[in-house]
């Protein structure tokens, strides 16, 4: 929704004839009408729900409060010229992070002055159809996964487990688009957001619980019977999942490509793991995927 409200203010802030009244300041979507400068836009977006029919697709209702201690005739003025950029504008808010399906304008409230600030008012209500761009991805495939604390690349030493199955990518982020890339195609970068990738079936080397997961691990441990020697995992209430720098390297089953994502920034939140004599498996493994403040990035690599 944050995305959603700076893709709305960036088209109000841009326009000359609308900053030359308002200044950029006064256009924002916090409001105290105590510390207020006059005149200024308060708006605010109030959540509809997902249209079930169309996947991706959700309801905004957006409301604009317009504020003039000069006239009644600045305060249309101020709201005549918002209408115009915003009322079935879809293409010009449209930017990287948030798709503007439909925007019009439902309902305007006649204009009224408040005695107790002393100012000319009006609010209108704006219905909007929007869609969170970024990139989703379900296909069969089989690979690595590669982690490390600090530095991570594909080298067996820090491959902590194979993956195969159905693998789910829906990835909602700003993005830059580059290509030239060596290793693949193109590449795309993701700087701010969410990301979710699911694995049907990943197997994890036993000896890593102590990098995804802040607990103990010793090798030289022994059951109770006191002489079957075993590997202990001690996890305490402070245990939590560790942040890592990760690499997942894979091949589709469907057109052989290969599919490269690498964050600065990533979590596996599972613990509930069935042990094997080899392997621990995971069935249906998310992973959280996150860009760092320190331009550690998400990237995603498809072979042409």
């Known amino acids: ?7 709305i203010r960036t088209r109000l802030i841009s326009d000359t004839a609308l900053t030359f009244i308002v200044h950029a300041d006064d256009i924002t979507s916090n409001f105290n009408a105590e510390y207020a400068n006059y005149p200024c836009v ?9 249209l079930s029919e169309i996947s991706g697709v959700v309801r905004a209702t957006l409301t604009i409060d317009v504020y003039s201690a000069a006239n009644k005739q600045q305060l249309w003025t101020i709201y005549d010229r918002i209408k115009a950029l915003l009322h079935n504008q879809e293409r010009e ?30 609010t209108a209500q704006y219905e909007l159809l929007y869609a969170t ?3 989703s991805i379900t296909t069969g495939a089989c690979g690595s996964v590669y982690a490390d604390a600090e530095s991570v690349s594909a080298i067996p030493s820090k491959e902590i487990a194979r993956f195969r199955g159905q693998v789910s ?3 909602s982020f ?8 060596k290793r693949f195609g193109e590449t795309v970068y993701y700087h701010t957001g969410v990301a979710k990738l699911i694995f049907e079936e990943m197997m994890f080397k036993a000896s890593i619980l102590d990098l995804l997961w802040n607990i103990t691990t010793t090798s030289t441990g022994q ?3 006191g002489t079957t020697s075993a590997t202990v995992y001690q996890m305490s209430q402070s245990s939590h999942p560790s942040y890592l720098q990760a690499l997942f390297q894979m091949v589709k089953t469907d057109d052989g490509k290969k599919l490269e994502i690498e964050a600065g920034k990533a979590v596996c939140q599972n613990l509930s793991i069935p042990f094997s004599r080899t392997d621990l498996s995971v069935f249906n493994c998310e992973w959280l995927l996150l860009g760092d403040s320190s331009d550690n990035v ?6 042409n």
């Open 42 to 50: 308060v708006f605010g977006v109030e959540m509809g729900g997902s």
């Open 133 to 135: 761009s970024g990139l």
């Open 1 to 7: 929704m944050d995305l959603l409200l700076k893709a």
């Open 93 to 122: 808010i449209t930017d990287s992070a948030r798709i503007i399906h439909l925007i019009y304008e439902a309902k305007v409230d006649g204009s009224q002055y408040d005695r107790t600030c002393n100012v000319w008012h009006l």
């Open 169 to 171: 990518l829906d990835i």
């Open 174 to 181: 700003e993005s830059e688009l580059r290509s030239g890339r």
């Open 223 to 225: 059951l109770n019977d």
């Open 298 to 303: 998400v990237k995603v690599s498809v072979g």
